[in-house]
């Protein structure tokens, strides 16, 4: 789902004084923005091409790995979205953790830039229109301090890598909300085989994840990256 948050589609980005910067590697700010939004291009295209048997099939491995996933956690909310369009994931994969006892919760997109706020999953019925013509839990709103309460955070990613860093769509928005996610707790990046890649380039506010789920290999859990 979000990170479709602010639509901010790769190639729109403009140029600002935090462009000029230079990062403490060396490497202009600018630079690592490129290759950000080049990688984005050439992902969303291949997800593009991915046919609806393929989506569907990989939705169906995804929900299997991440129902297994959850067995193994103690008891407590897990924090997952919606997916639209390609991305991975399934309503059924939602349906599977409730039906497996999880309560689930869902992000909202807040009107200004922020955390995410959440509130809950509880079936179909419980999604309206949101904006951008997206559905969005009809729930009451739980704050941002719901994140807390996880016990397993799936996010949405274009890609990650083997050290766990990750690559939205560009709205920055897992990035202002991770930070409250207890340590030792999951989150856990659902990608389509071929997004678990060599490296993501980052930046100094990128927050990363602690593993990722693919359709074909299952849970990879990604390097260490101090969260523990
Ligand atoms: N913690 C934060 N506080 C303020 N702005 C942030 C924060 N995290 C990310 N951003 C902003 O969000 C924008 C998108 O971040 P980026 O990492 O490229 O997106 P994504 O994580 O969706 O791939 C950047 O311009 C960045 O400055
Ligand atoms: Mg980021």
């Given amino acids: 789902m979000l990170d479709r948050e602010s639509r901010h589609e790769p190639g729109s980005r403009t140029a600002g004084p935090s462009d ?11 630079d690592v923005a490129r290759r950000k939004d080049a990688l984005r291009v050439r992902l969303l295209a291949a997800r593009r091409a ?54 689930v919760l869902l992000p909202v997109v807040p009107p200004r830039p922020g955390p995410l706020d959440w509130a809950a999953y509880t079936g179909p019925v419980s999604l309206g ?32 890598d083997r050290s766990g860093r990750r690559l939205g769509r560009g709205g920055g928005y897992y990035d202002r909300t991770l930070g409250a996610v207890p340590p030792g707790v999951p989150v856990v990046a659902l990608l389509h085989d071929g997004e678990l890649l060599d490296e993501v380039p980052t930046d100094p506010h990128d927050r990363p994840v602690t593993g990722v789920v693919l359709p074909t290999p299952g849970t990879v859990a990604t390097g260490n990256n101090g969260r523990g």
């Fill in 129 to 160: 229109p949101g904006p951008l013509g997206l559905r969005e839990p009809t729930t009451p709103r739980l704050g941002p301090a719901a994140l807390r309460t996880a016990v397993l955070v799936l996010v949405p990613a274009l890609a990650a």
């Fill in 20 to 30: 000029a910067g230079t990062r403490g590697d060396g490497t202009a700010a600018s």
């Fill in 50 to 103: 991915l046919s609806a048997e393929q989506r569907t099939a990989a939705a169906e491995e995804l929900r299997g790995h991440v129902l297994e996933l959850a067995q193994e956690l103690h008891e407590g909310p897990v924090c997952a979205y919606l997916p639209i369009g390609a991305e991975p994931g399934s309503l059924a994969l939602l349906d599977g953790l409730r039906a497996a006892g999880r309560s």
